[in-house]
């Protein structure tokens, strides 16, 4: 063995024994049962299952468990058998370890965890199943038993994000995408606030990085503002809450760039028109565990004192925790500076809820506080009803879960004065199958406030719903069109697809029935040519169609199957012999049969003006440009389509069929131009438009294609359809535009008649 091999090995022995050590050192430090021994058991092991195989980084693999097992101990606050489970997560997927060998040498319980965390092996769902939602359906499954299994996946995936550099840009993408898709929504409804925006930071930065990088620019040259502001509105503050003698802290808190470019997305806004950048968030020690809720309103009555409150946007989660155990107080007062400023009051221990979620629950729990986890059962409860629901596809699986997850919660109550936690802009329908199945199958509309409203009706935090029924009511397949929570829209598929099914035999009976009528026999052949006469898919279609009564199986498909050679079957014929048809049919082929791809994914796909033209389409949904952040899908007929990175489609494609991506970068220079929506408002005035298009028209000299102009009360608002090169077109425009006299707001558009929300 080399010298210069041997000191290599040296080196990653003290980088994994350093490692491990500092994570037994943290760990001696939580107030967790100190089992050293296991862990160094499960380490060792660990570190032998992956002897000698490197990340992509070029680290040691072992690293990758070590860091793990580190968030899941100091982040987010978990014990012993976490960390050995968080150790040996990888040891079933990537060596020939088996379930059974973890629970021989570790016990039942870290194997159950290990098995949970071990993804399934692609290839065994069929073409179009994606195996991540598959994986996450199954961790989800395993979740039901144990709380843990998702905590432990959540590190993996941050430790995962934390090292996405070394990744190909293509691979970037997918795992971004899946992180902001499925695991920020996830962490955040377990109440890990910091990871979930660490999450979401790290997603942005990877997915726009100039963008990311221009919001963190801002956010440092205007951070000594922000410190000032901070000193200037918290001084009174300090002093009302000395007066009071609470111990408490005071710290400033800063949005996320992430959120930032949300809401600059959301609301079309510039980074200098987001006025809550800056939050104020008290932090106290109640005088007792009695007192805390006390203590809470009392610093809130204090400190409405010294500055005015807003009349709406007091957020008392205090006496009505989130869904994920969140509790605070927030309020948003009027600085001596005239700028809304967002104060959060909590305890200790709602701070540690806050940021390790339900983690600390468990630790206050085991310091005898009273905090309940009842509305995590519930949450997982849900999950469990909509996997007892067979779902066929996955895919549909995951946008279900996700509603569950986004939602943010209102409080309604029942007609005899119960509280029910429901999701946001959710519907008198919603409401009416959380209670019960029957209710919800059988519910013909409902009472709000004593007022009869449609079951489509969006209900409000404090109001009262009572459910009308009648046993003569069916489930209607329009409902899935407002149904807005995961359990309503799985429960209404799910009856829908029993009558479905219902229907469908009744066909199967049905065209069984003819076929034996009329003496043919039933084969692959005589099905296939009445789907080509009916323009239906697949037999399953067919039958459902009969059964409906969509049409009937009569004279015209028994001709057609005994092939009886009427007027248009001579003129096919001819035409056929003749050669005409002949031709037109191998272009009908042409068109369809998919042609073979020759990319390389592992490089960065150059758009080039001849390969745009040829090769690539670009998508309908968000009409990118040069210059966008974009990549590239591979679709079923192996076709490149190109999307914005932030495009919801986009989203979805990344969660579900991430090994289709690849990377593109745009070549085009000057060369093609491309459609691009443009939204102007301001104070009307004589001549405006006159203005306008002489700075579109005359002085940047680009081409009007439409042009759209309201006015309304003295304010107008325009659509223009420019044809432009690439972004940097559309910024000169704007940047122009922004320079004539009262005009306010001035931004892109995907479509020509989006609706704009201030």
């Known amino acids: 063995m080399t010298d210069e ?30 089992k050293v021994e296991i862990i160094t058991k499960a380490f060792n092991f660990a570190r032998q299952a992956h002897k000698g195989v490197r990340r992509r980084s070029g680290e040691p693999y072992i690293l990758h468990p070590i860091a793990v097992a580190r968030i899941a101990c100091v982040e987010i606050g978990l014990g012993s058998t976490s960390i050995c489970a968080a150790l040996l997560h990888d040891v079933v997927e990537d060596t020939d370890y088996t379930v059974e060998d973890i629970e021989n040498l570790f016990g039942p319980k870290i194997a159950q965890i290990v098995d949970g965390l071990t993804k399934i092996s692609g290839g065994i769902f069929g073409d179009r199943a994606s195996a991540q939602a598959e994986n996450f359906k199954k961790l989800l499954l395993t979740m039901n038993d144990d709380i843990r299994v998702i905590l432990i996946k959540i590190a993996d995936r941050l430790h995962n994000m934390r090292t996405l550099g070394s990744m190909l840009p293509s691979k970037q993408y997918k795992i971004a995408g899946e992180t902001l898709y499925i695991y920020a929504p996830l962490a955040n409804r377990l109440g890990l606030n910091r990871i979930k925006t660490e999450l979401e930071d790290l997603s942005f930065k990877y997915e726009h990085p100039e963008t990311y990088q221009e919001i963190q620019n801002k956010l440092q040259a205007t951070q000594a503002e922000r410190e000032s502001l901070f000193t200037e509105f918290t001084a009174p503050i300090r002093e009302q809450l000395d007066k009071m003698n609470i111990p408490y802290r005071i710290i400033a808190r800063v949005k996320s760039p992430y959120s ?63 869904a994920n155990g969140y509790q605070a107080l927030h309020v948003t007062l009027m600085s001596n500076k005239g700028q809304w400023i967002e104060v959060q009051i909590r305890s200790e221990r709602m701070n540690d809820v806050a940021e390790q979620g339900f983690a600390a629950h468990w630790k206050y729990k085991a310091g005898g506080g009273s905090e309940d986890e009842g509305e995590l059962s519930k949450w997982l409860k849900t999950i469990k009803e909509i996997l007892d629901d067979p779902q066929p596809d996955a895919l549909d699986f995951l946008d279900t879960i996700k509603l569950n997850l986004f939602a943010s919660e209102i409080f309604v ?42 079951l489509s009706h969006k209900l409000q935090s404090g109001d009262q719903v009572e459910i009308l029924t009648s046993k003569s009511q069916k489930v209607q397949p329009s409902w899935i069109n407002f149904a807005t929570t995961a359990k309503a829209k799985a429960k209404i598929q799910a009856i829908l697809k029993r009558e479905r099914r219902e229907q469908q035999l009744k066909g199967e009976d049905l065209i069984a029935q003819f076929f034996q009528n009329e003496g043919l026999p039933a084969n692959d052949e005589n099905i296939r040519k009445l789907c080509e006469k009916h323009q239906v898919k697949t037999y399953e279609e067919l039958a459902l169609a009969v059964g409906q009564g969509v049409f009937t199986l009569g004279d015209p498909d028994k001709n057609e199957l005994k092939e009886k050679t009427n007027s248009t079957n001579w003129k096919k014929y001819i035409s056929f012999a003749f050669g005409g048809n002949k031709q037109k049919n191998t272009k009908q082929q042409d068109k369809t049969e998919p042609q073979p791809l020759n990319i390389d994914k592992k490089s960065i796909v150059k758009l080039t003006p001849d390969a745009i033209q040829k090769n690539y389409i670009l998508a309908d949904c968000c009409k990118p440009i040069p210059g966008d952040d974009v990549l590239g899908y591979i679709d079923d007929n192996n076709r490149i389509v190109i999307h914005k990175r932030q495009c919801p489609i986009a989203a979805q494609l990344k969660t579900s069929f991430g090994n289709r991506l690849i990377a593109v970068q745009w070549q085009t220079g000057k060369a093609l131009v491309f459609p691009v929506n443009i939204y102007i408002k301001g104070l009307d005035e004589i001549g405006i438009l006159n203005k306008l298009t002489e700075v579109i028209s005359q002085q940047l000299n680009v081409n009007i294609h439409k042009l759209n102009i309201e006015s309304e009360e003295g304010i107008f608002e325009s659509r223009v359809q420019l044809y432009v090169h690439d972004v940097n077109d559309v910024n000169t425009i704007c940047n122009n535009l922004k320079k004539i006299n009262n005009i306010k707001k001035i931004t892109r558009i995907d479509d020509f008649n989006d609706e704009i929300v201030d």
């Open 5 to 34: 091999k041997l000191t290599q090995e040296q080196a990653d022995e003290k980088l994994i024994n350093d490692a491990f050590q500092e994570l037994l050192d943290r760990y001696l430090e939580s107030r967790h049962r100190k």
């Open 413 to 454: 109550f029942t007609p005899k004065g119960e509280i029910k936690t429901m999701p946001q802009n959710c519907t008198a329908l919603d409401f009416a199958f959380s209670i019960h199945t029957f209710l919800g199958s059988h519910c013909i509309g409902a009472k709000v406030n004593h007022k009869l409203v449609p």
């Open 260 to 322: 930032i470019w949300n809401k600059m997305q959301a609301k079309h806004i510039t980074f200098e028109e987001i006025y809550d950048i800056l939050a104020v968030r008290i932090i106290f020690t109640p005088r007792s565990q009695e007192e805390e809720l006390n203590d809470c309103f009392n610093i809130y009555v204090a400190i409405s004192r010294i500055y005015k409150p807003h009349p709406d946007r007091l957020r008392d989660w205090v006496s009505h925790p989130k």
